[in-house]
């Protein structure tokens, strides 16, 4: 960087923040200890919540619920391929009114970080990118590339603009105190050589002119240009994070990871309360000031918003469960670790602070204060066995990897490994069962014919691209006729099914940590033409990773075997191709739609793949959370009141034989008192006849009684 760009943006940061305390109104400035707003340095605990993953009827009671917590900022991220579904048309209605969600936060008296990305990640389809930009001539992604330069800086522009128009920045007396712009970019940015470090300084060059009156900053990127902060991402930070890139910049913790996402075939990942308060606890001992768990509240993946492989339920080991309800001990144990640390907070920001040895695996941070307040931090990082320690001629005893607080420096009274909160476990209650013949009416599909597909190549497309997000579904259809076959099939997409003259034959899969998959299907042919189809199905697009518009997906390789000398290869052969299926087209899931196609009776055939189903039910009373339980079913989606409530994939089984989720969330805000309509399309072969409606509920453990927790 040039000395005279790094002045001209540290100038306009202090122009702005001056500006605004001319005004009278709130303004955003740091140091090397913290954030300072108002002229005062905050210690902030944030917690991520995601407008689109829950329903604006959920906002309130979420943060709500984020605030008794001792939450002090709501962190989000912008979703681009909600909000610019095509080029220079916006939608910010309903789940994606992002306004309506920041000033409902600001409403209940809390800050707000809004990570602009562009690019998000976030276990996200296309990491948040609108599927049109793949086809902008020249583009290449996060690059110093000018048309993607030109696409991001619009879309960023327009929102600052928006959050200008409505008052929103702290600058203008509203909420928002952070942006973020790119996200984890040091990733990839070596894949770009000299690019990489060029796009970086665009990018916060882009960011910082369009004069917020607050800081940006940029998640694990050591390489942020002045004035942008960077920020640590992951689980242990007190222990990874090299700390800011400047003495002038305050230590911060974008992303705490409370759990993990959870992807199909795989189980839950399970992080204690005691570990988070650990790390929480550590790295305030080393100076940090800023964290955010992500997620506070994961909520669900509506729709077809996942990226690849990942499950409909997002980040339900939360503090704050998919539904919303406490996750105890968690919830309860990270409400008391944030008391005791802003009981403390003046010392901590305005102390000095120093730290030793007090054993061979442990350690104290003490901060002492001129008017004589001292908090001192106890670290055992034993995680085997209970420690005696010396501290200030006092002997203190701390458990198997724990940090002890002592907010006056004599008296421990809170240890990160002690947990007072009682744990509570979640329950199902069973409302309705839909195992009646007569509930149900069905449609199913019709296999595509080679000669009814006016879409033809004389090779294998590439399933995104010839899809354009617009559906899951990509059917294949070559002309054959061969003895002695067997179908081979190599696959780059997530999902292949095959069928032999409309008969369903065999499905295969990939997995998130399998890019690639092949099957060897013994198949019957009939005398003359056979009509062979295959069905490519993607399970949400990539999210992550450098040159994420060159990815590949979908059939690489297509034969059949006819006899042991001869191998018929359709590779590069005249295929017919239908996007999506005739259901999807027709939106047979919408009221309006629905005599678009003929219903049937359930019938007792085998063939039961591609087969949608239609029933009504009525709202369970109370206001307590709803899920489906689709664990009868196999693979595909569902709707209520034509909103998707997400995929399913009961029958990719974890190591331990379980299915990754089996209860589907539905807001009460989809439905009506009575006549709610449900539309199920299944892929494989599930029974409808056991599918159940359940509302959800807490107790505490070894307590008959249930837990209290607030209406959504």
Known sequence: MKVGEMVWWWWIYIAVAVQASIKGEDYVTYDGRSLIINGQRKLLFSGSIHYPRSTPQMWSSLI??????????IQTYVFWNLHEPQPGQYDFSGRYDLVKFIKEIQAQGLYVCLRIGPFIESEWTYGGFPFWLHDVPGIVY??????????????????????????????????????????????????????????????????????????????????????????????????????????????????????????????????????????????????????????????????????????????????????????????????????????????????????????????????????????????????????????????????????????????????????????NKRITTLTKMFNEVDMWKEFKEDIPNFLDNSLRSNSLLEHMNTTQDKSDYLCFQPNSTCPQPVLHVESLGHVVHAYINTIFIEAGHGSHDTKGFSMDIPITLIDGINNVSILSVMVGLPDSGAFLESRYAGLTKVTIQCSESYIYDFTNYTWGYQIGLEGEKLQVFKEQSLEEVEWSEIDDSTNKSLTWYKTTFDAPIGDEPIALNMSSMQKGAVWVNEQSIGRYWVSFLTSKGNPSQTLYHVPRSFLNPTGNLLVVLEELNGDPLQISLNTISLVNVNSPFSYHHLPQ
């Open 142 to 423: 996060r690059t110093d590339n000018e048309p993607f330069k030109f696409y991001m800086q619009n879309f960023t522009t327009k929102i600052v603009n928006l959050m200008k128009s409505e008052g929103l920045y702290a600058s203008q007396g509203g909420p928002i105190i952070l942006s973020q712009i790119e996200n984890e970019y040091q990733n990839v940015e070596a894949a770009f050589h000299e690019k990489g470090p060029i796009y970086v300084k665009w990018a916060a060059k882009m960011g910082v002119e369009l004069e917020t009156g607050v800081p940006w900053v940029m998640c694990k990127q050591t390489d942020a240009p002045d004035p942008v902060i960077n920020t640590c991402n992951g689980m242990r930070c007190g222990e990874t994070f090299g700390g800011p890139n400047s003495p002038n910049k305050p230590s911060m913790w974008t992303e705490n990871w409370t759990s993990f996402y959870q992807v199909y075939g795989g189980e839950p990942y399970i992080r204690s309360a005691e570990d988070i308060a650990f790390h929480v606890a550590l790295f305030i001992a080393k100076k940090g000031s800023y964290i955010n768990y992500y997620m506070y509240h994961g909520g669900t993946n509506f729709g077809r918003t996942t990226s690849a492989y990942v499950i409909t339920s997002y980040y339900d080991q939360a503090p704050l469960d998919e539904y919303g309800l406490l996750r105890q001990p968690k919830w309860g144990h990270l409400k008391e670790l944030h008391i005791m640390i802003k009981n403390c907070s003046t010392p901590l920001l305005q102390g000095v602070q120093s730290n030793f040895s007090i054993g061979p695996l442990q350690q104290a941070y003490v901060f002492k204060e001129g008017t004589g307040a001292c908090v001192a931090f106890l670290v055992n990082n034993d995680a085997t066995k209970n420690v005696t320690v010396q501290f200030q001629n006092n002997s203190f005893e701390l458990l198997p990897k724990s940090i002890g607080i002592l907010p006056d420096c004599q008296n421990m009274v809170f240890n990160t490994a002690k947990v007072t909160t009682k744990p």
């Open 64 to 73: 709500g619920k984020a605030k008794e917590g001792g939450v002090d900022v």
